[in-house]
C-alpha cells in the first residue's frame, strides 16, 4: 500500500530538482483541471446572452459581417479594453474565446482551493486539496444544479452566485468573468505577492470597469493589514513616532498608487466617453436602466428575498470561518463596503448607486464563504474527528476521482446538448435565410421584447434598429434607443389593420430599415411598400421597396 505513495513522493523530490520539470508539471495540472471543471460545467456555445451585448463592439472591430454598421455598435463603448480583446481574439479564431473561458475556470478553482489553504494550512496536503477541488467542481456542475432544482425547487446557484442574479462565472465567456482575477488577487495577498495581487486587480477593472467599487475595497484592506503588520513590527511606543508610522506605511502607499494607475485611466475615460448631456438626460437615462432595463441586478425589492437572506447569513459565516486569518479584514472590508453603500442606495434611493451595484462584491463573498465551508467541514472530520490518523486517502482519492470523472461525463453530455439545441432553434432558419440575402447597407426590424431573436444582431452580423436585451450607456444614446425598441414594439403590437400605418411612421423616421421581420403564422402583412422573401412557420421576412 506504501509502494503507490513513496512513487508519489519520489516524483516531487524530482520536480524540485529540476525547475523546468517543475513547470511543465505544473502548466499541464492547472490545464487538467482547468478543463475538468469547463467540462463540468458547461458552456454555452457563441454567441448566447450577454455575449449578444458585450461582444457587439469587439466583433464589429473585427469586421464580423456588417456590424460596424449597425447604430448600438458605433455609440459610446463602455468596456474599450474588452472590445479590443474581443476584436484581436476574433481576428485569430473566435473559437479561442472557450480556450479563454477554460482557463478562466482554472483561475477561478485554483484561487479558491488556495485561499481555502492559506486560512487553514492543514488542507495544503495533496489529497485534502483533491477533495475540496472535487468539491467546487460538484457543486459547480450543471447537472447537479438542475437534480437539485428538480428535485427539492432549490436553487443551488446561491451558494456559488452573488446577490442579484451577478456571477463570476455564467452561462457564457463575457467580461465580468475576469472577476476570477479579483479571487486570485486575493490568494496572493495570502501569499505575500503584493505587487502582482494588485497588477490582478488592475487587469479585472480594467475588462469590468463595475469592478471598480470592489477593486477599491480590496485595495483599502490590503493597504491597512500592510500597515498594520508593519507598525506592530515597531517596539513599543516608539512606532507611533512620525518617522515609524511614515516607514511603516511606505509599502501601503506604494500599492495604493499601483492601484491608482490603473483606475484613473478608467475613471477618466468614463469622464470623457460618457459624459453626461444635462442633468435631466442623466436622470431620466438612469431611470431607464434601473427601473425598467435591469431591475433584477439594481432593484432591492427585485432580488432581497428569503434565498438573498440566506446568501447574505452565508458571508458572515465566511467572515466568521477565517476569523484571525489575513483573510477577514479583506472579506470584512468587502462586506462592510458593500453593505454601507447598499444602505445608502435605500435610504436615497439613488439610481446612480443602484446602477453601481455595491451588492456586487457579494461575487467574491459567496465563493469565498462555500469554499471555507467545505474546508472546515473536511477539517472537523479528519482533525477534529482525528479521522485524519486513519489512511483515508484510499478512500478520498478514488472517491474524489469517481465524482469528477462522473461531473465531467454529465457535463460534457449537457455541452452536446447545448449545442444541439442551438442549431435547432427555429429562430436560426430565419437567421440562415437572413444571412442568404445579406448585403451591406441591411438594417433589419426585429421584435425588440422576443428573446429567442437576441442572438439575430450577433449571428448574422447584420444591424437592426434595437432590441431591448443590448443597450448603450451614454445618457442621450440610452433615450435614442429606448425610442427606438417603444417605436418597434408598436410595431409588433399593433393590429393587422394599423401595422402599415404604424411601420410607414418608423420608416419615416428610420429610413435605413430595410427589412423587417413579423410574426404571426399565416399572417400576411398588407402593406404595398413590403415584399415577401421568406416565411417560415410564425416568421415572415419582407424587403422594403422604395
Known sequence: MSAPINTIKNLFHTLSQNPALRTIFWTLLFLLTAAAFGAAYTMSPLYEGNQNTKFLHGLAMAGRG?????????????????????????????????????????????????????????????TRRLVIFTLLLVYHSKWILKMYERTYSVNMRLIQYGLADQYLLGEEFQNSTMGVFLLLSIYLFLRRKYIASVLLIGVASLFHSAYLFSAALMVAAYCLILLWENLSGQPGAKRWELKNLLSAARQSFQIGLLALAFAVPLVLYNQLALPSSDPETARQALHILVQERIPHHTQLSAFMNRWAYLQVGLMLLGIVLAWRSRLTPILFTLFAGGALFTAIQYLTASDSLALLGPWRVSVLLVPIATTLV??????????????????????????ALYYLFFAVREGIDNQRLLGK?????????????????????????IP??????????????????????????????VLEWYHRVKLAQEFYAAPLDQKCSTLQTILAEYPEVTRVVNLGKEV?????FLREDFRYLRYTLYSVQN
Not at 421 to 445: C, E
Not at 524 to 528: A, M, N, Q, S, T
Request: with cysteine; net charge negative.
Open 66 to 126: 456588417f456590424l460596424a454598421q449597425d447604430w448600438l455598435a458605433n455609440t459610446a463603448d463602455p468596456l474599450p479594453v474588452f472590445s479590443l480583446f474581443v476584436a484581436l481574439t476574433a481576428r485569430v479564431s473566435e473559437s479561442l474565446f472557450y480556450v479563454y473561458y477554460i482557463l478562466m475556470f482554472g483561475v477561478y478553482s485554483w484561487a479558491l482551493v488556495g485561499i481555502a489553504g492559506e486560512v487553514y494550512p492543514t488542507n495544503k496536503t495533496w
Open 374 to 399: 467545505f474546508t472546515v467541514a473536511l477539517s472537523f472530520f479528519l482533525d477534529v474527528l482525528r479521522l485524519g490518523k486513519l489512511p483515508y486517502q484510499w478512500i478520498a482519492i478514488p472517491l
Open 421 to 445: 439545441g442551438f442549431r435547432s432553434n427555429r429562430v436560426a432558419v430565419l437567421m440562415d435565410k437572413a444571412l442568404q440575402l445579406a448585403s451591406p447597407g441591411d438594417v433589419y426590424l
Open 448 to 477: 425588440p421584447l422576443e428573446a429567442e431573436f437576441d442572438d439575430f444582431r450577433i449571428f448574422t452580423g447584420l444591424p437592426i434598429l434595437a432590441n431591448w436585451k443590448s443597450h448603450p450607456y451614454k445618457d442621450d444614446e
Open 524 to 528: 400576411v402583412l398588407p402593406c404595398d
